[in-house]
Each structure stands twice: as C-alpha cells, then as structure tokens.
C-alpha cells in the first residue's frame, strides 16, 4: 500500500483546495482552523504525522480511514488533550498549539468524545446547567449563584432540541446509549462552540435512531451555521453531510477533497474501502 | 417543568444563532434574561419521591432540635453512652462525635465530591488547632480574635500547600499530600523553638478562654458550639455541592478532562474545594481546642487523616449524610470500642479472642475492612441497597456470568 | 480436523450464482461448525456495540468475517476472546465458553493475534513469543486438551526467518510488518484448534501482505483460521465461507465466493461502491487491481 | 572526611532499607494498581515473626530470618486471595481495604507481643564494626546493602529470565493481551504479591537487624518513606525504586546530620514536591 | 495512720470515688498496667485492707485514654460529670498536662501518675504528681559526675520537648555548677544513629547523659557500643522498665543508671508490702507500680483527714501540701509550694546482658538530694 508516498501529494492538493473549495459559507473570510504539519508521536513512535489543512467558517468536514488511522489522536491534537510533537495550529488566526485544553475551549472549541464522556453520576438537567455555566465564564460560577435562573432558560431550549426535556432528571448513567449520545450533542450545543468536533456521534446508536440524531447534526450545522469536524463510520451518514471528505491512514492524511473525488479515488479505495473487486 | 420550555424554542433557536455572531460564549449568556421561565428543578429527589418523602424531608430539622435540647436531657441511655444523655460525660462525647460528623464532611467535599484523595486532612486541622492555642498562649490573643487567626492560618496554608499539591493528579496528589501531612506532624513533633509543645502538646490558657466554655457545668455549651460546627459545616458543604461551583466540583469528580474541553480550568475549582475543606477543619480545630481543652499532636499525625477517611468510607463518600453518619459512628466506637476491649466480657474469653478484642485499632481496621468489602457505598448506601435487594433488581448489575473478565480491561 | 489440507485453496466460482444475500440462515459448509456464535452482544460503557451476532466458522480451512469499517469485526472477536464483557452463547466444538476468562478461552486452544497486534513493546522478540508458549501442563483446568506437545519453534522460524534473525529486538522497534509476524508467530506457537487473526494484513507492504497471506493459507492447513479482513482480494482467496457485519449485526452468511461475485450484495454489504459508482464502473470480479494481487497468484506450497 | 564517610556509608544502608520495602510496594503497584498500605503490615510480621523463631522458638539467626520471610510471604499471599483479589474491580476500595489490614495488623502485634520494643536477636557476626576510611560503620549497614543489592539483582533476573518475570512485565504494558495468551494474570497478581510480601518481610527481618529492636509500629514508620521512594522512583519501576532509596537515604542522612534542626525528613518532602512538580511522572518517567 | 477500724461499716457510708484516666491500652499500657496493679496495693495497704476510710468505701472507676489526651479529657469530663471529686493516673505526660487544667477549672483533685513532665509541677493548685519528674532523674544523672567544676557535660537527645526539656534543664543545672553543658540532638525520626553517636564521641565529654525515650533506643546503644564511647566517657541514662533491660544490649554493664524504681531498688517496708500485694494479685512490681502506690497512698490520707469526705477539694489539697509519709522507696514528701514530690533516687548499675541483665543499687540519693528546684505555682 503506497500510502506514505502518495499521500503528500494528496494532502496538499487537498489544502490548497480548501480555501476555493469550502462550501456554502462565505469563501472569502480567513479559515476557523489551520493545521501546519500537525503530529504527535508517543515515545518516538508517530501517531499523527504531518497533517495540514485549514477549515473554512461554517464548513464541514467528516473523517473516515481505518481504526487506528489516527482520527481520535488528531482530534485530541486539536482539542489539547495531546500536546502536540510538532507544527502549528491556529484557531481564527491565534497560534493555540501550546493552548490548554480549557483555554481552547474558551476560544469556542468544543468536541464530543468516541466513548460517551458524561458525568454519569449527575443528572441531564445538571450537564447542561454545567456546560452553560462553562460557557458563562469561570466568573458565572460565582455570578450563577444570584442569577441562575436565567439559565433555566437555555436549559429548557437545549432539552427540547435535543429531545431530552422528559430526561432532565435523570442520571445521566440510566440514560440508553442513544440518549447519551444526544445529551453529548446537548453538552455541546449549549456552550455554543465556533468549532464542533464530532468523535463517531453514532457510535452505538441503533439504526433507528440514526436518522434523528442525523438530522439533529445537520440543524446544528446547517442552522446554526456551526464550523463542524466529524469522524464517523457510517459512510451513508456523513455523505449527506459532509462538505469534504477526509481519509486518515496511517496517521497521515491521505486525500482531503469533495466527497466524490475522495470516494473515487483509487488509493482511498484501496487504504480504507478495501476495494479489491 | 417539561411543558414550560416548549413554547420558547422557537424564539430561542434565533437566540442561539445570533450568540454564533459574537463569536465568544460568554457575550450571548447575557442576553437571555429575558424569560425566566422554568423553575429551578432543585433537588431531584423531591421530583421523584413525593408525599410521605416531603414530609420526611423535615428529618434533619428535627434531628437538630432533637440535638440541641439534648443537654436538658436526662434520658438514660445504656449501652450507647456511659451516663444520661445530658450528662457531661455523654455531652462530651456527643461533642466529639459531632465535631468528627463534621470534619469529615469537611473532608468528604475532597474526596467524595471533588475525587480528591488527600492523605494529608489533619494538617490543616492541626493547623487550626495549634494556630488558635499559639495565639492564645503566645500572642495573648483573646480566643475570639485567636480562633480568626487559627482558622485564617489553615485556609492560608491550605491555599499554599494546595495550589502546590494540585499540579500533580492522581496517587501523586495523595503522596504530596501525604508528605507535607507528614512534614507538618513531624515539625509539631519536633517542638520548634518550644513553641508546640511536642509530644506533650499545649494545654489552653484557662485566662484567655471564656468563662463560660470553662469548667465541667458549661459542658453543654461546647457541646453546642460543636452543634454549631456540624450545622455550619454541613450548611456550608450541601450549599456550596449545590451550588454552580459544587457542580464543576462533580463533573471533576465524574470525569475531569470533559470539564476541560467546556472550558473550565479544574485546577481553580479544586484549589477552591481545598481551600474550602482546609479553612473547614482548621475551623474544627478550632471546636477541638475548646473540647479537649489543648492542643496534642495527635491531631497532627497521618493517622488522624487515615482516621477521617475511614469515617467517610464507613459512612458513604460523596452521600449527603453519610460522611457525618460515619464521624459519629466511628468517633463513637473508638470511644466506646476502648470499654468494650476493657469489659469484663472481653476479659474473659480465650486469648485467641481476648486479644484481638482488646484492641480497639484492631477493632477498628477490621471494622473499616469489613465495611469496604461488604458494603460498598457505606452505611448512606444501605437502604438503597436493601431496597434494591428486594425489589430484586440488583442496582449497579453485577456482571453476567459473560463479562467474566479477569483484568477489567481491554487491549487499547 | 486437518483432512482437507488444501480446503483453503477453493477454487474462485466463476459462475454467478444468484444466492439471495437472505439467505443467510444456512452457512454453507455441511460438516458441524468448530466455532458457533449465537446472539452475541457487546455493552460497553452504556454502548451497545454488537446487537446479536451469529455466525460459524467452518471447521476446515479459512473462515472470513467481513464488515465495513466499525462495523463491529473487532468487538466480535474480543467478545469470542472474553475481552470485552459479553452475553450470548460461543461453542467451540460443543464446549461454552462465553462465561470462560480470557486465559481460559485461549486453553480451548484458540490462539488470537488482534487486531493492534497486540505486542509487548518493551520485550523482545523471543520474549513475545516465550510468553505465548502454553506448556502442556498449563491448560490444567480448561477441562478439554486442545493443547500438548512443545511449541513449535521450527514452523514459526521456518515462516518467519526474520523473528530468529530479530530475537534480541525489542519487539517495539519492529516494523509493523515483523510486529505483524510476530502476533501471528505466536498464534502458531502452540498447537491451537483455531486462530482468530484479525486484520493481519493491516498497514503491511504489499510484499508483506502477500507472504501474511502465504501463512495464513498455510497456517489454514493445519488450523482453522478466523480471518477479519478489509482485504477482499486475499478474502477471496482464501476464504471459503464468511459472515458480515453491519451495525453489530449479522447481516449475511454464506459462501465467500458467492458473495463477491454477487456485484449488488458485495455493495449493500461491505459498503463498496454502492453510493458513489466506482469512477470506472463495477470492476470485473475476476481482475484484482490491488497491489496485493501477488497474494492471488502466489503459489502455496503444502 | 570520616563523618562523610560514615555518613556515606549509613546513608546507603538507610537506602537499602528503603529499597527493601519500596522494591515490593513498586512492583505490586507496577503490575496491579493497588497502593498497598498494609505494605508495612507485611513488614512487621516479617520482622515479628523473625524475632519469634530467633528471641522465642530459640532459632539461629541464620534460619530465624528465612522463616520470617516465609511468614511475611504466606501473609501477603492470604493478603492478596482474600482481601485484593475480590476487589480487582474496585481499585478504590483496595486502597481502602489495604488502610484497614495496616491499622488492623499493627494492632494486633500490640496485642500479643505488648508495645515495647522487642530486643532482636543480633548474631555476633553481624554486630561488630568494620572500618572504612577512618570511619566506624556497623557491620549490618553493609548486611543491609548486600541484601538490597542482591535483592534488586534477584528481581531484575526474576523480571529478565524467568516465565512468571516475564508475565509481569508484558503486564504492566497490557494486562488483557497477557490474558489472551492464556496465561492466568491473577497469578502472576499473586506471585507479585507474595514476591513484595517477601521482600518486606525480608526488609523487616533485616530492619530489625538495624533497630536492634522490634516494635509493632515499625513497619508502619518506615511505610511513608518507602511510598515517597516508590513515587520518586517513577510508580512501578524496581530501578527507578532503587535509585531513589538510595538518593532518600543519603539526602536524610547528611540533612539529619548537617542541619542543627535535623532537617532530613522535611528536605525528603521537599524533595518529593520538588521533584513531581518538575517531573510529574518520577525519575523513570512512568505515569503515576 | 488511720481512723478506719470500723470495717464493718465500710459499706454503710456513701462510697468515695476516685477516677482513674490512664493508659490500659495503647503504646505506654505496660506503665499503665503497673500503674494500676500498684494503686491497688497501695489502696489496701493504706486502708489497712479494708478499702475503706472511715467507713466510707473507696471506689475506683478506670478509664482508659490509650495515651490520647483528647480521650483523656473526655474521661475525666466525665469522671468529674458524675460527681468524682478525685481523678489520678496519666500515664502520658500530654495528658497529665490537659487533664490537670480541667481538673483545676472544675476543682477537683488530681494527681497525675507516671507522667514525667516538669511542667506538671506546679501546674496549678489541683494538680499533684504520685511519681518522680525529669529533674529528680536528672539530678541523680548529676551526682555521678560529682564537682561539677570544669567538667565537660553532653546531653545526647532527641530533638523533641522530651530531648529539649533535658537539655534545658541539665544546663541550669550543671552549668550552674561550672560545668559546660553542650548538646548532640538527633531528629526524634532519625533511625540511624551512628552519625550522632560519633558526634558524642567526638566531643569527648567527661559525661554523657542520653536523655532517650522511644523505640530507636536500642539502635542508640548499639551505635553508642559500637562507636566505643564507652571506652573514656562515663554514660548516663534513665533505667526503664524490666521489659527494657535487654535493649541495651552488650553496652548494658557499661552504662550508668539513674533509676526511679526497680524490683526491689528500695529496701523499705513499705516496698515490701507493694511487692507482696502485686505479687499475690499475679502482678510483678516494676518502675511506675510505686506511682499507683503513691496515688492510693495521698488520696486515702487526704480523704482521712477529711473525715472520710472528698466533697471539699481545697481541704483535700490542704491535706496533701506537705504532707510527708513513709512511701515505697522510703521517705517522701509533697512539697506545699508546687506539689513536687520529693522522693530518693537512685543510682543503678546493670550486671549481665541480654535477658540476664540484672540491675542493683549503687547509691541511694535522698530526697533532698534529689530535689528539684521550686517552682512558682501558676494557678
Ligand atoms: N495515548 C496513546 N499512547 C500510545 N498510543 C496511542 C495513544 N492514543 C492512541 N494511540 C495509538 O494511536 C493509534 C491511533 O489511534 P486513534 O484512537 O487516533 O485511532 P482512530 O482513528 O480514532 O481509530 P478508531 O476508528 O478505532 O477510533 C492507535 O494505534 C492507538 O493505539
Ligand atoms: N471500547 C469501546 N468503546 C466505545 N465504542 C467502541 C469501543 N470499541 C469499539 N467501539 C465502537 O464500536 C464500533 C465497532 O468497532 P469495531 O472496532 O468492532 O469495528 P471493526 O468492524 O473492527 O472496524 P474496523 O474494520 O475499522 O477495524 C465502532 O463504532 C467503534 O468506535
Ligand atoms: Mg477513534
Ligand atoms: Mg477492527
């Protein structure tokens, strides 16, 4: 599999695509996110190696590649729970690569996680209560005490679009594997974020859920015009939501482009789709 | 508290989209004051048990007044305490017993609702203890502005050593702390420039205390300060878990990296609850130099912190009663575990029993590993067990014979 | 159990047979299978990741579980291992074994090469295949044998020269492919009634991928094998039936060749090519354009 | 120069000692993630039972500690079947349960044997002095030293050559894939159990060879260094262990001395906090 | 001598109570173990063996502190809650020292046991003390050196209040006698003690007081040995319980005692009646089994000059002060100004080793010899 030497020529295309080829939004304003020669290598042994690209404001770009091709490891670069080993990452132009994980988060990144990451032994009520006090500001910790009744508010809003309003009381441990996946998204929305990343949203949810919580990325893409990172499996998901496509193998970036072109392309095929037919 | 909120979220959907212009979450959080419209869903309890429940709820308001009368109590009552209940012996040891009850809910806002594991507690109680003696003794301070100064040293202390000990996480965060406990007990030991007493402690100065917490009759009025304590501390830890911050302080618990991808930066939140608990036990410190009259550098010691976190274990970490359930019980028991090692009944058995049975640690090692074993989640937990138990679904589903898994972990 | 040496080398169906993908309900080896997974289902953290997975592995030769990617391959045979907590049933030859631990999984005389291929990177070569010796006397316990004799260092070396070559290596500097050798190394070590390897082929060379593919066909001769694949081409090669997975379901059972050669079932259920046609239309099934089309031709020795 | 010496000298075999304890208390962590904290129970009932077969059942010296080291064995075997192995699933609850066997033990020794210092039996052979560089440094300092050396070398060859060594080491990388080579990790979990119990009882033995005494709160006492030693050391390393017993020992016995206060302790919790701040995963780097 | 031959109605009278707070378990239960076995001895040898004064009984509730003072406190709260005018024991010197301020605060007697802190000297009008303080031990330290002119003292200790407190008073002293005093203080957690042990060597003192208390005790002899400062330093240290003897090891003829008591150090009557009483009661008399005598000794005279009654503490104390009676180790006396007890004591040599060691007296000093200085009394 020439994967490493076909794959720089693949990547760059990608991203020099990325500024004429981002979608519905305005094409002209500076990326939400740029990459620089992203990597991460544990103990010499490279995860993420060498990813470039930049995101275009209100763009979205789904991830697919093998497991272990390194979508999470990128994500967690991204988000600062790894520190990256090499090159630069800039959110609306700030260089945040040696940023916390908090501090990007205050800039507006926000992110689900492949495993439900919740807080089982608090209510749904209480996660979004916590997620807008973050929101608020470390100061609406202590402000919050007077005034915590207009995030009620925002806690209902964010119940009703995400369907969990009759859950609000429940510990978030006793919710079923769909519902915790809409309370991640809940968890997310609420604190507004600029930049979404989406770690396999549909990672255990059964088929029938699919389209709902489908539909629910699409609105919060579409109608909150939100900048949106997705890694996911179900390629029939992402496809109709998808801008650009992404394949990671290796830990490198293999193609970056429109859904069709990456889908055509032979060496996507061979690395990820394992077309041999 | 559903139907309220259906209606607005039209309007608010154009909320949201205009929060997106300003870029930055804290700006739009301001302007949705408009509508408060839903309640505060409060406690989630009420929600769920409703009529008998309300009614019971009143419990701890009758357990406090229960409390506070308690010295004009001559109810005997045998076994449980040595002499009538308002006795100064018994008040003596309800104090104490109460004083632990609230230390280690002081305690318990670390380690049952931050998840921090702190092996060093005492210092800060002993901090409290030694600071408000020494002011005494050696400033001339009179109690009232000693018991300031006391308490101001823990919550000093307890913000240094802190804001030191929480950048590491994990068993590191124990050992550090468990290594500056132990750095304060032996400088205690030591008796620096004869200012501690060392081993042998420094009783009170009778002159600078008031009168009335003086003397054996005014008993019931340090078992009421001690009341004062529990309720202030017990007050002071529901209200602030409750609070906003209470609730960073469980998402940190629950899972701490997720509290930073909203935002937040953990580290200030649990240097607040360190700070919180620490300004807590010097405050106990505080109750503990007017009950034994002195301070001993027993309350110094790494044994004192393993002492609190053996209360909270017994009585159920991060519950709302059970740390204090387990103060009570285990300053009880290791009070009253001592005349059960003396009894007449333990001396006569064979000396395969006596001699264990003799031992009140032994007794209480035992207890606390009896307690971990059999009852997981402490004595809080009981009921809930027990009713699960019976309602024969076993709440937190103990495996099926297929997760037998030996290691409980998966290749990464 | 070895009777059929060659019964990996089934000829590639040149016919279209019009086996109805629903039909999934009977595999089509006749003999009584060796592995037989009913209604297997994964939980992990709240997930529900396997909703009832049935499949057989037929007790000679190769034994492919397809799947697109996520679709559950991995998880199901973690779940066969007892490393991911798991109800339902798993017999192998009669025997229960989804309330057995790992370790005694393994003494039914399974031999296991995961999918990350599971190497101690801080042992050496020799080291990683001194622990997966089971000495004879091991299995005590495990109740049926499977197991006995001394491992078998020679086939091990005699595949893999370059393991004897590396045996002073820490397995951690190892390139993938030699890390891949060594996982499957061990999985021959010890006279197992079934291997189960996972994505061998993953993230090797062509070259590699071709002499991965050698082994296994060989290894097949002796042992069943249990193959999860992306690599259709080597599927094809060397397996006679397989099960696919969507969803963390079964979605199809059947013969492998069949369903390759069915064009439109091939799509729907490993997700190839069925949104996006193929920029040159359907390939013929017949013409591999991998790099990894040497393994086709290869020749396997007995 | 001599003080240096003698300093350097008894440093060490304050080091071995601390080695003797940690070496243990790292590998069960190591390979378990149990912080054990009745470590220093093992330790006492290594060093009690010593001093029954030697002062009571009238033992030499040379059989006493083999036996103690058995008896400390055999405990941290019962430790580990009856009190760890039900609880692998709630790694919490084994600390706390650990707590409970350190309160409980100690007590008991204070039960049966009284809680005065018991005299330990010394062997004339290693009560004597031996002279280094014009400093006097006893005999067993160097006992102490051997044993620790031989202890790590034993360990490392354990670790290095044998099966269950092995078995050890791929687990504390991957326990479940050491499982899914049909090796049976809860085993090899109580081997290391009873291998630290040993080598705490052995550290007991020998600990009353360097106290001349027994008390039933030894083992405790020296628990809390050994645990600042194992954290330094980098959690579950038995090098990184060794190496900072030996820098602990040396830095509070030159800190007792050359500080008027004795400052030899609080300089090791300095040490410790220092230390973590800048390398919050110990010397050896593994993750505490 | 006593009123009581009225045994017959001992039982008719109400009872007097006394409250014993002292260690039954814990780290120092040995000393509470003689403290008590010698209490009562001595209460039926002060009451003839009728264990009653005037015909009111004398009862005695114990109370175990485990050596913790706050359990302590608690205790004698309690004690003094149900009506005990007399609370004694304190085995520790941390509870001697809070017990004796509540004691005063509530106005009840206490005479604190085997505690050996000066600092409960003079405490407070209340508090008395039924055993020897660190400045009669060091006292008896000092008369082995004789003139003190010139000579060159070191005190070898730990660096705790214990360690300080001898250092401190060795220096008032000895220093006062024209001696200089200098210190080698170990940390009390130091294990390993050769450093120290080569430091006292090296100051080659004329005499070495080893002011040493805790379970590193034998390590210190041994490093002491092994060091050889034996060989030109005259070694002086306290003598502790028979249980100790052994740890000492090979230095043990080599060393020095001061000695508050020993099996049969005394030689008196009295001793002899002790002896006798705990050894028919299965006991065996050893260093602090004279405090408990002592104890039962002051509180039975003190409630018979009271006729029989303990309601009024200040008679009681009035009773006490000056009080001088034969006692177990010979003639003693509470002194009135601070409730010192002036008691002799002596001077031991140790003969065999190990297990075999067998102490005997040197020299007896008086109890004026042994006197420590007045202190005022605080309150
Ligand atoms: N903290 C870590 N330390 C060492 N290796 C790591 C770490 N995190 C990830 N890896 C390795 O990096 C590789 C990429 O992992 P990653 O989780 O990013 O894959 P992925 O693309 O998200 O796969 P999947 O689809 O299975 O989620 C894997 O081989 C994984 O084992
Ligand atoms: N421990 C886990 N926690 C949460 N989700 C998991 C876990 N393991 C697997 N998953 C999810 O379950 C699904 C199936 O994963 P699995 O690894 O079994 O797929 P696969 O068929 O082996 O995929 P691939 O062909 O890419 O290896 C994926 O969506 C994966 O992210
Ligand atoms: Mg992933
Ligand atoms: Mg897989």
Request: hydrophobic share 45%; aromatic share 6%; net charge neutral.
């Amino acid at each position: 599999m020439p994967a490493r030497t076909t794959s720089t020529p693949s990547a760059s295309s990608a991203a020099s695509a990325a500024s004429t080829s981002s979608a519905r939004s305005s094409a002209s304003s500076s990326p939400v996110l740029r990459l620089d020669g992203l990597g991460w290598a544990v103990r010499g042994v490279p995860i993420v190696e060498d990813v470039s690209f930049s995101v275009g404001e209100g763009e979205f770009i789904a991830f697919i590649g093998p497991n272990g091709a390194g979508k999470t490891s990128l994500f967690n670069l991204i988000s600062g729970i790894y520190p990256a080993t090499h090159g630069s990452l800039h959110l609306d132009g700030a260089d945040i690569t040696a940023e916390t994980v908090h501090a990007r988060a205050r800039r507006g990144l926000g992110r689900t996680f492949q495993t439900s990451s919740l807080w089982p032994g608090m209510t749904v009520a209480d996660h979004v209560r916590l997620a807008a006090q973050a929101a608020a500001g470390p100061g609406a910790s202590y402000r919050l005490w007077r005034r915590a009744e207009r995030y009620e508010q925002q806690l209902a809003d964010t119940l009703e679009r995400t369907d969990l309003t009759h859950r609000a009381d429940t510990l978030a441990s006793a919710l079923s594997h769909g519902e915790k996946r809409k309370l991640e998204l809940a968890v997310l929305l609420v604190s507004e974020p600029r930049l979404i990343l989406l770690d396999e949203p549909m990672a255990g949810v059964s088929a029938e859920e699919v389209p709902a919580l489908t539909e629910l990325i699409r609105s919060v893409h579409r109608d909150l015009g939100r900048t949106v990172l997705m890694v996911e499996h179900h390629m029939d998901v992402l496809l109709g939501l998808a801008d650009r496509l992404a394949v990671m193998h290796h830990g490198t970036l293999l193609a970056l482009d429109t859904p069709e072109a990456v889908m055509a392309d032979p060496i996507v095929q061979q690395a990820y789709l394992g077309e041999a037919l | 508290m559903s139907a309220e909120g259906t209606d607005t979220s039209s309007t608010d959907t154009a909320t949201v989209a205009r929060g997106t212009d300003t870029g930055l979450a804290e700006t739009h959080c301001e302007h949705r004051a408009e509508s408060g419209a839903i309640p505060r869903t409060g406690d989630p309890v009420t929600n769920r048990w409703t009529g008998v429940h309300r009614a019971l709820r009143w419990w701890p308001i009758a357990l406090l007044i229960t409390l506070l009368v308690a010295p004009y109590s001559a109810l005997p009552v045998p076994g449980l305490l040595d002499g009538p209940l308002g006795s100064p012996g018994s008040l003596q040891l309800l104090a104490l017993c109460l004083l632990y009850g609230g230390l280690a809910t002081g305690y318990d806002l670390l380690l049952g609702r931050t998840g921090l594991l702190s092996f060093g507690h005492a210092l800060y109680f002993a901090t409290g203890l030694y600071a408000t003696d020494l002011g005494m003794l050696e400033l001339r301070l009179p109690f009232a502005a000693a018991a300031v100064f006391g308490v101001s040293c823990s919550v000093l202390l307890a913000l240094l050593l802190g804001s030191v000990s929480l950048r590491v996480t994990g068993i590191g965060f124990s050992m550090v702390t468990l290594a500056f406990a132990q750095a304060g007990s032996i400088l205690v030991q030591r008796n620096p420039g004869g200012a501690t007493g060392g081993e042998e402690g420094r009783s009170a100065p009778a002159d600078l205390l008031p009168s009335g917490l003086l003397g054996i009759e005014n008993t019931a009025n340090l078992y009421w300060i001690a009341v004062g304590y529990l309720v202030l501390t017990v007050a002071a830890v529901h209200w602030a878990v409750k609070s906003p911050i209470g609730r960073v302080w469980e998402g940190i618990k629950e899972n701490e990296r997720r509290v930073e991808v909203l935002g937040l930066r953990p580290y200030g939140y649990k240097l607040v609850a360190f700070v919180l608990a620490g300004g807590l036990a010097g405050l106990g410190g505080v109750v503990y130099l007017l009950l034994t009259g002195g301070a001993t550098p027993q309350a110094a010691t790494s044994d004192a912190t393993l002492a609190l976190l053996v209360m909270v274990v017994l009585g159920g970490s991060g519950t709302r009663w059970g740390p204090l359930l387990g103060g009570v019980l285990y300053t009880w028991a290791s009070h009253r575990l001592g005349d059960l090692a003396n009894s007449s009944a333990v001396a006569d058995l064979p000396a395969v029993l006596r001699v264990p049975l003799s031992q009140p640690l032994f007794l209480l090692g035992a207890l606390f590993v009896a307690v971990v074993y059999l009852l997981p989640g402490g004595l809080a937990r009981l009921p809930a067990r027990i009713r699960s138990a019976r309602t024969g679904r076993s709440a937190p589903a103990p495996a099926g014979p297929g997760t037998a898994h030996p290691t409980g972990g998966t290749p990464a | 159990m070895t009777s059929s040496p060659f019964s990996a080398q089934r000829p590639a169906p040149s016919a279209h047979s019009a086996s109805s993908p629903s039909s999934a309900s009977s595999p089509s080896s006749a003999a009584e299978p060796l592995l037989s997974v009913r209604d297997l289902r994964v939980v992990i953290d709240g997930l529900h990741i396997l909703h009832g997975v049935d499949f057989d592995v037929a007790p000679v030769g190769v034994t492919a579980l397809l799947g697109r990617n996520g679709a559950g391959k991995t998880t199901t045979v973690k779940a066969v291992m007892g490393l991911v907590p798991r109800t339902g049933s798993i017999r192998l030859s009669g025997s229960e074994l989804s309330s057995l631990p790992t370790h005694l999984v393994v003494r039914h005389g399974i031999g296991y090469a995961p999918e990350d291929r599971g190497i101690f990177a801080g042992l050496t070569v020799a080291e990683n295949l001194r622990l997966a010796e089971r000495a004879a006397g091991s299995g005590s316990g495990s109740g049926s044998g499977g197991e006995a004799g001394e491992p078998n260092y020679a086939l091990v070396h005699e595949l893999f020269p370059e393991l004897k070559q590396r045996a002073g290596q820490l397995a951690g500097t190892l390139s993938g492919g030699q890390q891949q050798m060594v996982a499957i190394g061990r999985t021959l070590l010890n006279r197992n009634r079934l291997i189960i390897a996972d994505e061998p082929t993953k993230g090797l060379a062509p070259k590699i991928v071709a002499e991965v593919a050698e082994v296994l066909a060989r290894a097949a001769e002796a042992v069943p094998v249990l193959l999860v694949e992306q690599n259709l081409a080597l599927v094809r090669r060397l397996a006679g039936t397989c099960a696919v997975l969507a969803d963390g379901r079964t979605a199809h059972r059947g013969d492998t060749a069949e369903l390759l050669a069915d064009e439109e079932a091939a799509r729907r259920l490993l997700g190839v090519g069925s949104r996006h046609p193929l920029a040159g239309g359907p390939r013929p099934a017949a013409a591999p354009a991998s790099p990894a089309a040497p393994v086709v031709t290869a020749e396997v020795k007995p | 120069m001599d003080t240096v010496v003698l300093l350097f000298c008894t440093g060490l075999g304050l080091g071995a000692l601390y080695f003797l304890v940690a070496s243990g208390l790292s590998l069960i962590f190591g390979l378990m993630d149990v912080l054990n904290f009745a470590h220093g129970a093992l330790l006492s009932i290594g060093a009690y039972a010593t001093w029954w077969a030697g002062a009571e059942a009238g033992l030499s010296f040379w059989l006493a500690v083999p036996f103690g080291t058995l008896v400390g064995t055999a405990a941290a075997v019962l430790l580990e079947l009856f009190l760890i192995r039900p609880l692998y699933s709630r790694p919490r609850d084994q600390i706390l349960a650990t707590v409970g066997v350190g309160l409980a033990v100690p007590a008991l020794l204070m039960g049966i044997w009284g809680a005065d210092s018991r005299p330990f039996p010394q062997p004339e052979l290693l009560s004597g002095t031996w002279h280094v560089l014009g400093a006097t440094v006893p005999v067993n300092r160097f006992v102490l030293v051997a044993a620790a050396a031989l202890l790590l070398l034993a360990l490392r060859l354990f670790l290095a050559r044998t099966r269950y060594g092995l078995i050890v080491r791929a687990g504390v990388e991957d326990r479940a894939m050491v499982t899914a080579l049909g090796i049976d990790v809860r085993k090899a979990f109580t081997l290391v159990f009873a291998l630290g119990g040993a080598a705490a009882a052995l550290g007991g033995a020998l600990g009353g060879l360097y106290f001349g005494s027994v008390n039933p709160g030894q083992g405790t006492g020296l628990l809390i260094f050994a645990f600042v030693v194992v954290v330094m050391g980098g959690m579950g390393s038995v090098t990184g262990a060794a190496v900072a017993s030996v820098g602990v020992g040396l830095v509070q016995q030159f800190a007792n001395y050359y500080t008027g206060a004795g400052l030899g302790d609080l300089s090791v919790v300095v040490l410790l906090a220092v230390l973590l701040l800048v390398r919050p995963r110990g010397l050896t780097g593994r993750l505490a | 001598g006593t009123a009581g031959t009225t045994a017959a109605d001992g039982g008719s009278k109400g009872p007097i109570k006394v409250g014993l707070v002292y260690s039954k378990t814990g780290p120092l239960a040995a000393y509470g173990k003689q403290y008590l076995e010698g209490f009562k001895a001595g209460l039926s040898y002060a009451t003839k063996g009728t264990g009653a004064v005037d015909g009111h009984k004398i009862e005695f509730e114990e109370q175990d502190d485990a050596g913790d003072p706050a359990k302590a406190v608690s205790a004698a709260k309690d004690l003094i809650g149900k009506g005990y005018k007399v609370l004694a024991g304190s085995t520790a010197s941390g509870v001697a020292l809070q017990v004796g301020p509540i004691a005063a605060q509530n106005k009840v007697l206490f005479i604190s046991g085997p505690a050996a802190a000066d600092k409960a000297t003079g405490l407070n009008k209340y508090t008395f003390r039924s055993g020897r303080q660190s400045y009669q031990d060091i006292k008896t330290a000092a008369s082995f050196i004789g003139d003190a002119k010139g000579k060159k003292v070191t005190v070898l200790a730990q660096d705790n209040a214990f360690g300080q407190a001898n250092v401190a008073a060795v220096k008032a002293l000895l220093g006062a006698e024209g001696a200089t005093v200098d210190q080698v203080l170990a940390p009390p957690s130091a294990t390993d003690l050769t450093p120290f042990a080569t430091q006292a060597k090296t100051a080659k003192p004329d005499l070495l007081f080893v002011a040493w208390a805790g379970d590193t005790a034998s390590a210190l002899w041994t490093a002491l040995n092994q060091q050889d400062v034996f060989a030109d330093t005259k070694v002086v240290t306290g003598l502790d319980l028979a249980a100790s003897y052994p740890l000492f090891g090979p230095a043990a003829e080599k060393i020095s005692f001061l000695n508050h008591y020993f099996d049969g150090a005394a030689g008196t009557p009295v001793e002899k009646a002790m002896t006798d009483a705990v050894t028919a009661a299965g006991g065996k008399t050893d260093i602090f089994t004279p405090d408990g005598f002592t104890a039962a000794q002051m509180i039975v005279h003190a409630v018979e000059s009271n006729h029989g009654s303990a309601d009024d503490t200040s008679a009681l104390v009035k009773a006490l002060e000056g009080w001088s009676f034969d006692g177990v180790k010979g003639k003693t006396t509470v002194r009135a100004e601070d409730h010192a007890l002036l008691q002799p004591m002596f001077q031991v040599r140790l003969t065999g080793s190990g297990a075999a060691a067998k102490p005997s007296v040197e020299k007896t000093l008086t109890a004026d010899e042994a006197a420590p200085p007045v202190t005022p009394m605080a309150g």
